[in-house]
């Protein structure tokens, strides 16, 4: 959810090296509210047109926060690097900004059916070499993919998942 609440800003976080997913992850696991803006990109890949969801900067995310909210937590969070400041403070992005970034990036087309998944909720994988495994769902990537994050080898993994091999398991009473 990216709605504006009472008392908070916007600041920008810089992720480490190409973990900008891994600290989405995180946070959004921690309830902080992110936005990542994302533009559609085209490419040519063995002569056909590809579409691929990119982000529009690269290595940083939006977060809003108010004086009360917990920032500490934000140094620790695997994947982000800092909170980008100038003048020794947290460099605050204006409301106005995020709205523009908003209205001009990429939107799930209201046409289509929202996926009928929340955050939090458990999801079997049901085809590939992963099937029969269950995950917690964490976000949509685009219109054809999700990340669920897999507990399996000791320790829990985010993993990219076509939709199609995603649904709910199945509930013996």
């Known amino acids: 959810m990216l709605t504006s609440t009472q008392g908070s800003n916007w600041?920008?976080?810089?992720?480490?090296?190409?973990?900008?997913?891994?600290?989405q992850i995180n946070l959004l696991r921690q309830n902080y509210?992110?936005?990542?803006?994302?533009?559609?990109?085209?490419?040519?890949?063995?002569?056909?047109?590809?579409?691929?969801?990119?982000?529009?900067?690269?290595?940083?995310l939006f977060i809003q926060l108010s004086r009360d909210d917990k920032w500490?937590?934000?140094?620790?969070t695997r994947g982000v690097s800092r909170v980008v400041d100038?003048?020794?403070?947290?460099?605050?992005?204006?409301?106005d900004v995020i709205e523009h970034l908003r209205s001009r990036c990429f939107k799930p087309?209201?046409?289509?059916?929202?996926?009928?998944?929340?955050?939090?909720?458990?999801?079997?994988?049901t085809r590939g070499?992963?099937?029969?495994?269950?995950?917690i769902f964490?976000?949509?990537l685009g219109d054809e993919r999700v990340m669920i994050l897999l507990h399996f080898l000791n320790?829990?993994?985010?993993?990219?998942?076509?939709?199609?091999?995603?649904e709910r398991p199945w509930t013996h009473l």
């Open 138 to 140: 964490l976000t949509m």
């Open 33 to 60: 509210v992110i936005f990542c803006p994302q533009i559609v990109n085209q490419r040519l890949i063995h002569g056909k047109p590809h579409h691929s969801l990119e982000p529009l900067f690269p290595g940083y």
């Open 86 to 95: 100038f003048n020794h403070g947290p460099a605050m992005v204006p409301d």
């Open 155 to 166: 320790r829990e993994q985010p993993v990219r998942v076509p939709l199609t091999d995603i």
């Open 11 to 23: 600041y920008l976080l810089q992720c480490k090296p190409r973990q900008d997913e891994r600290a």
């Open 109 to 125: 087309s209201e046409t289509q059916p929202p996926h009928p998944f929340q955050p939090g909720e458990t999801l079997q994988i």
């Open 129 to 135: 070499p992963l099937s029969t495994l269950e995950g």
């Open 72 to 76: 500490a937590p934000l140094r620790s």
